[in-house]
Structure formats: structure tokens, C-alpha cells
Nanobody
Framework: QEQLVESGGGLAQAGGSLTLSCAAS????????MGWFRQAPGKEREFVAG????????NYADSAKGRFTISRDNAKKTLYLRMNSLKPEDTAIYYC???????????????WGQGTQVTVSS
């Protein structure tokens, strides 16, 4: 069982930055790929960024490329999402997720955090 707890959300101005964190509970955190998702009001949850178990591979949604950076610290069992050049359309609840294998492949996430709200004002 994995417990994921996000933090770092809040209110930011357009053009500003935020860094989200996700603390994991399992000692085996370093064995699994991780990802960030978001859900805006009235929309479906969507993939934002993913990272494999040892940080050698990352991938991003087109909306995040060039602005967001996913990273992880396996020693601290923590996943991060650095968000720069924020836009009002980035407003959403952001969720971290754990995948069942070392790479994302085509898997669905196995565990989810409770989410953290990000609001970007224009």
C-alpha cells in the first residue's frame, strides 16, 4: 500500500511559479514510476508529467512542455513538480500518482494522492 500526500499548492499570479511536492510512504518508492495529473473544474483528469524510477526518463503533456519540470528525490521519497510561467488555464487540482512498474509504459496509476489546489489569477 502506498500513501501519497501532496503539498505546495496555492494561489499564484499569471507568469509566476509554484513547486508542488508529493511525499510517499513506501520504502520501495524508488522502484516505481511516478506522475502528476490535474483536474480542472468541469473537466476530466489529465496527465501532466511522468518520470521513471531513476529519473532517466521524463515525459510531459504538451501543455506542460517547456514550463513544468518533474523530478524526484528517492532518498527523501518525494516527487516534485516545478511550474513556471503559470497561466490561468493551469488552475486545477493537482494529483500525484504512483505507477505499478519502473517505467510508465501504458499502465494506469496504481495509487493516488488526495490532491492540492492550484489557482492562477490573471
Amino acid at each position: 500500500q502506498e500513501q501519497l500526500v501532496e503539498s505546495g499548492g496555492g494561489l499564484a499570479q499569471a507568469g509566476g511559479s509554484l513547486t508542488l511536492s508529493c511525499a510517499a510512504s513506501r520504502r520501495t518508492f524508488s522502484r516505481y514510476a511516478m506522475g502528476w495529473f490535474r483536474q480542472a473544474p468541469g473537466k476530466e483528469r489529465e496527465f501532466v508529467a511522468g518520470i521513471n524510477f531513476n529519473s532517466t526518463h521524463t515525459n510531459y503533456a504538451d501543455s506542460a512542455k517547456g514550463r513544468f519540470t518533474i523530478s524526484r528525490d528517492n532518498a527523501k521519497k518525494t516527487l516534485y513538480l516545478r511550474m513556471n510561467s503559470l497561466k490561468p488555464e493551469d488552475t486545477a487540482i493537482y494529483y500525484c500518482a504512483s505507477y505499478p512498474r519502473t517505467f510508465i509504459y501504458h499502465d494506469n496509476p496504481q495509487y493516488w494522492g488526495q490532491g492540492t489546489q492550484v489557482t492562477v489569477s490573471s
